[in-house]
């Protein structure tokens, strides 16, 4: 480790999902490894968006958000889950969900508090901790079904725990975390003077049970903090807008770090975000959510005839496939390989996990993709495994 370069940076690498898409490019594979999608954003969102930037609306936005974006976004916790917040005390709009969870950490975490992570988990949320001082302490959810153990939970709670970071639906293992697991979060927050930081980005995509917001059970709205955005609502992970909704104390400090981080996400692709909120009715996230659904089913089919051991996701966009039965490789390598001779890209399981065994016969496959290219992947993976 360079001796010029912060302690802060030596603990975490850079993005392995990032990397595979490196890889995928260099290999012309099919990339099922980041997950973005590629198929177009909603015509109304990419007209409001031309249609903002010729109006000029091409200079800084409110530090915190437009105010017809985090009135939207109010309108619609209101709509989707009856919960009131104040888009003038309660709301930050940033730089995609990614910078809303460092945000949130540097704001709510002070050097040498404990952050508990559940595994599998999205790799952000170790080196957001790291880079805010504190320790992760991660709580392994066990393959196939990871479910919540509410004792393990209490357990990896100590006097230094200052929040717990919960993903629902979740990346990469699919789970939509069901009411009985949401309480079981509730109460051992209440209890130990926990915060919550929930990481809802994948919301409106559930197949099975339903989302579940943290900040509705008793006694969390005051010590939540969600996360969340349109990055993958509206298929615009490249605009970069993501949101967080916390009470007005923690709001204050959140917007401190967001104003010093970034000043602001980009003032054009607020007003049309803002838009996309007002104007896409029920039918828009109904259509969504069923689009997913046959995308899964495809991806899922196709995993299966290959040889891989696999279930159905819940929820998110994600499948994680066990090729135990396919490679005696380690997850790395077989990844590589994969994108190399079969023209298929995922991303290693261990990214997801802090014991690398722990992941080292598990490979993470994105199926936001249109129809037509998972049928091509399918076709790629039963022939070369054939
Ligand atoms: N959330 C997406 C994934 O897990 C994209 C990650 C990213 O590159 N920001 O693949």
């Known amino acids: 480790m360079s001796q010029r370069t912060a302690v802060r940076?030596?603990?975490?690498?850079?993005?392995?999902?990032?990397?595979?898409?490196?890889?995928?490019?260099?290999?012309?594979a099919i990339n099922l490894a980041q997950g973005f999608p590629d198929f177009p954003a909603p015509q109304l969102l990419k007209d409001a968006a031309c249609r903002a930037i010729q109006d000029d609306v091409n200079q800084y936005a409110t530090t915190w958000g437009t105010d017809s974006l985090r009135g939207a976004v109010a309108d619609q916790y209101a709509r989707w889950y009856g919960m009131e917040v104040d888009p003038e005390r309660e709301i930050t709009v940033t730089c995609g969900a990614?910078?809303?969870?460092?945000?949130?950490?540097?704001?709510t975490v002070n050097?040498?508090?404990?952050?508990?992570?559940?595994?599998?988990?999205?790799?952000?949320?170790?080196?957001?901790?790291?880079?805010?001082?504190?320790?992760?302490?991660?709580?392994?959810?066990?393959?196939?079904?990871?479910?919540?153990?509410?004792?393990?939970?209490?357990?990896?709670?100590?006097?230094?725990?200052?929040?717990?970071?919960?993903?629902?639906?979740?990346?990469?293992?699919?789970?939509?975390?069901?009411?009985?697991?949401?309480?079981a979060v509730a109460d051992l927050c209440v209890e130990r003077d926990v915060l919550a930081v929930t990481d809802e980005i994948y919301e409106h995509i559930v197949y099975d049970g339903e989302h579940l917001p943290l900040a509705r059970m008793?006694?969390?709205?005051?010590?939540?903090?969600v996360v969340s955005g349109l990055s993958k609502t509206f298929s615009v992970t490249g605009w970069r807008i993501g949101t967080i909704v916390a009470p007005p104390d923690l709001t204050s400090a959140i917007r401190k770090v967001h104003d010093f981080l970034t000043v602001g996400a980009p003032a054009p692709l607020q007003k049309a975000c803002a838009e996309g909120l007002c104007k896409l009715g029920d039918d828009y996230y109904r259509e969504m959510a069923a689009d997913y659904r046959s995308r899964r089913d495809i991806l899922h089919a196709g995993l299966r005839e290959a040889g891989f051991d696999c279930g159905k996701p819940e929820g998110a966009y994600y499948i994680m496939a066990d090729f135990s039965r396919l490679s005696s490789l380690d997850d790395t390598a077989f990844s590589k390989f994969l994108a190399r001779e079969c023209g298929v890209a995922p991303v290693p399981g261990s990214s997801f996990f802090s014991r690398p065994q722990d992941g080292a016969r598990l490979v993470r496959f994105a199926f936001c993709k249109q129809r037509s290219t998972l049928d091509q992947a399918a076709g790629k993976l039963s022939r070369f495994f054939g």
């Open 9 to 28: 940076t030596h603990s975490f690498t850079e993005s392995v999902i990032r990397e595979m898409t490196r890889v995928a490019r260099e290999h012309e």
């Open 111 to 183: 050097p040498g508090d404990e952050v508990v992570v559940l595994e599998p988990f999205y790799e952000n949320y170790g080196p957001d901790a790291a880079l805010s001082g504190a320790r992760p302490v991660f709580l392994p959810l066990s393959a196939p079904g990871f479910r919540l153990d509410p004792d393990r939970l209490k357990a990896a709670v100590t006097e230094k725990t200052r929040a717990v970071v919960i993903n629902t639906p979740n990346n990469p293992s699919g789970r939509v975390l069901d009411r009985e697991e949401t309480q």
């Open 98 to 107: 990614t910078e809303a969870m460092a945000a949130v950490m540097l704001a």
């Open 218 to 225: 008793p006694g969390m709205r005051d010590r939540t903090i």
